[in-house]
T-cell receptor, first 112, second 115 residues
Framework: SQELEQSPQSLIVQEGKNLTINCTSS?????LYWYKQKYGEGLIFLMM?????EEKSHEKITAKLDEKKQQSSLHITASQPSHAGIYLC????????????FGKGITLSVRP | NAGVMQNPRHLVRRRGQEARLRCSPM?????VYWYRQLPEEGLKFMVY????????ESGMPKERFSAEFPKEGPSILRIQQVVRGDSAAYFC?????????????FGPGTRLTVL
């Protein structure tokens, strides 16, 4: 089974709408990382969350970490076509401060 | 400050040939990670290196794959006698030396196609 489950698998929203995507771990999280990937390109670092209850925002993107639920959510306010892409969550579940385990990603499309 | 650099960006090999993928970490970063992204699959960890040392190679296939990060020069991921199943995007990430944070910055990837 997948150690990091991302939901939904894909999402299509109308420009201007808000949306939330989730990342749930089956193991204890020692750090949670959100990345964005354009198809065929590399990963762009978005945010890192380390402590339970931590919340970070950058422009219109907010990420939260619920340590008890071993879950993180990423919320986009007033989505734009530039938000389209694949959102990957990565987590340090080994506690070794080294390798990251990734979910399969969520494909977001934003209709103008 | 240049980001993580990988070359080549695209590599085509015939079955049985060798593939060499290079990664130059960000300035000041001494930790390098290699990941593989297969079609329709997520990003999978392969190996974690520090200068001249392999720290964790638990994700590396037992045969044909090797990695190094010499004292001078880029990190190299080497695949010998490539097979079609090796076709994938290979990403390198780097992070600064830290015992509290593991913020990894990724390169653009090398897309390997095995004919």
């Amino acid at each position: 089974s997948q150690e990091l489950e991302q939901s939904p698998q894909s999402l299509i929203v109308q420009e201007g709408k808000n949306l939330t995507i989730n990342c749930t771990s089956s193991k204890t999280l020692y750090g949670l990382y959100w990345y964005k990937q354009k198809y065929g390109e590399g990963l762009i670092f978005l945010m890192m969350l380390q402590k339970g209850g931590e919340e970070k925002s950058h422009e219109k993107i907010t990420a939260k970490l619920d340590e008890k639920k071993q879950q993180s959510s990423l919320h986009i306010t007033a989505s734009q076509p530039s938000h389209a892409g694949i959102y990957l969550c990565g987590a340090d579940i080994a506690g070794a401060n080294s390798k990251l385990t990734f979910g399969k990603g969520i494909t977001l499309s934003v209709r103008p | 400050n240049a980001g993580v650099m990988q070359n080549p960006r695209h590599l085509v090999r015939r079955r049985g040939q060798e593939a060499r993928l290079r990664c130059s970490p960000m300035k000041g970063h001494s930790h390098v990670y290699w990941y593989r992204q297969l079609p329709e699959e997520g990003l999978k960890f392969m190996v974690y290196l520090q200068k001249e040392n392999i720290i964790d190679e638990s994700g590396m296939p037992k045969e044909r794959f090797s990695a190094e990060f010499p004292k001078e020069g880029p990190s190299i991921l080497r695949i010998q006698q490539v097979v079609r199943g090796d076709s994938a995007a290979y990403f390198c990430a780097s992070s600064p030396p830290s015992y509290t944070y593991n913020e990894q910055f990724f390169g653009p990837g090398t897309r390997l196609t095995v004919l």
